[in-house]
């Protein structure tokens, strides 16, 4: 069964920097697209970046791009969201997600979410 647990939201200010964790358990990762979504109140979820856990590449949503950088760690399991120059724009819950990568594009696997809010 697959799990993924999500840490290191906060309050922050805005300028500031957070690191989000993604611990990922119940099979091997390898053929899969590690995905970050977001949330805000009153709006639809949207994708932030993904990474292939395969190779690496990587994809970035315009709003934050320069600005956020994922990455993941095989030794642990584990994808990181390294979040810079944080606007209160990106207040949001944040969650992980898993697709298989060769298979159409739709996340099955889904993360409890952690919250980022940022202060102005």
């Known amino acids: 069964q697959v799990q993924l647990v999500e840490s290191g939201g906060g309050l922050v200010q805005a300028g500031d920097s957070l690191r989000l964790s993604c611990a990922a358990s119940?099979?091997?990762?390898?053929?899969?697209?590690m995905g970050w979504f977001r949330q805000a109140p009153g709006k639809e979820r949207e994708i932030v970046a993904h990474?292939?856990?395969?190779?690496?590449?990587?994809y970035y949503a315009d709003f934050v791009k320069g600005r956020f950088t994922i990455s993941r760690d095989n030794a642990e399991n584990t994808v990181y969201l390294q979040m810079n120059s944080l606007k209160p724009e990106d207040t949001a819950v944040y969650y992980c997600?898993?697709?298989?990568?060769?298979?159409?594009?739709?996340?099955?696997?889904w993360g409890q979410g952690t919250q980022v809010t940022v202060s102005s």
């Open positions: 990474i292939r856990w395969s190779d690496g590449s990587t």
């Open positions: 119940g099979r091997t990762f390898s053929g899969y697209t």
């Open positions: 997600a898993a697709r298989y990568t060769y298979a159409p594009p739709q996340y099955h696997f």
